[in-house]
């Protein structure tokens, strides 16, 4: 695209942060730090503040504070104008919108400012209720375009919001692979495991919709054929101490290992024999490319996006959603087949290639210049753009 003469202003509006440590606040960070200065000025612009307080670290750019707990209030309206002052100041050119009361406020602030409206989806519709999603219909038909992070995201947006396909772009995430750990920090030698036993390894919160009862029970299957084999669990949240009764139930001892939350999850993986991700919904997991992309078979489950990184016996393994006999079947083979596990391992690293950070920035940019250079939003289908692509 021709180079303008100053960057165009870009407004990235998020419900709140804590930090980039989430899978989306992640995207989020990779993209203010990568996106190109010359084209696009980002700030970042939070509704409110996160609810415990939390902040890591300073963003790659400008941020805005406001204080929208409610909108359907006089000091939520007085926040609301003062959002669309702010942003009519800057000479904002473009708001994108992630999490959920962002996705339904950032229409009305465009229409304040003049600005064209991008929004993102980032999973199976979490947030979906029956109010938020007649609010999400209503919101839709002003947006100019969607970003979905999956195949799977996008036609489930699509289902379920009302959107036009033609106005949904399938941008996948794009994952930094750090530099491999040294070897006193690594993961072996952090919780005293040998050089040689195989490390099942799952990298995900500790939630329900997670499914990590699925993988200890399986984990117990798995011992009785490879007696020497650690799991270990990274993440963090509620279900903790149901997890730990539920491994000493299945009496795996010390061979159970919870890890909490870790700053840098990607940095431990390169350590795992094979990683598994046996969620019931997934938008599209970060933590599935990162094992792929350190060259990690994974054993994933066969919803949303994950069908979309692993191909079944080529770079790891799809199971259906709670057959804990399947995921540890599969396990248990990568783990006592070294050939098997050679050639998945091969695989996984050139899956893993296609989803960089660079990839994914390269990919908004492309998309914020065919918003802010075609035509502007409309109710009406007649006026969408004939070559708006979806990846499709």
Known sequence: MPMEAEPRRIAFLVDSVGGPVAGTERQLWELLEAIDRRRYEPELVLLRAHPTGQWQGDWPCGVTQFSLTRLLSAHGVRELLAMGRHLSRRQVRLVHAFFPDALLIAPILGRMCGAR?????RDMGLWHSPARLLLARLANRFVDRVVANSQSVADYACSKEGLWPERVEVI????RLPAPALTGDSL???????AHAPVVGIVANLRA???????IRAMRIVRGQVPEAHLVLIGKGGEEEALRQLAATEQLGDRVHFLGRVADPAALVSDFTVGVLCSESEGLSNALIEYLQAGIPAVCTDVGGNPEIVTDGRNGFLVPVGD????????VRVLRDPALAGALSENARKTGRRFSVENMVESHLALYDAVLEG???STGSASLPADSGTGR
């Open 117 to 121: 409206v991008v929004t993102s989806r």
């Open 324 to 331: 804990v006999q399947a995921l540890a079947e599969r396990i």
């Open 172 to 175: 996948h995430n794009g994952v």
């Open 209 to 215: 919709v997670k499914r990590h009862g699925d993988l």
């Open 188 to 194: 072996r030698a952090r919780l005293g495991i040998g």
């Open 375 to 377: 035509p502007g939003w």
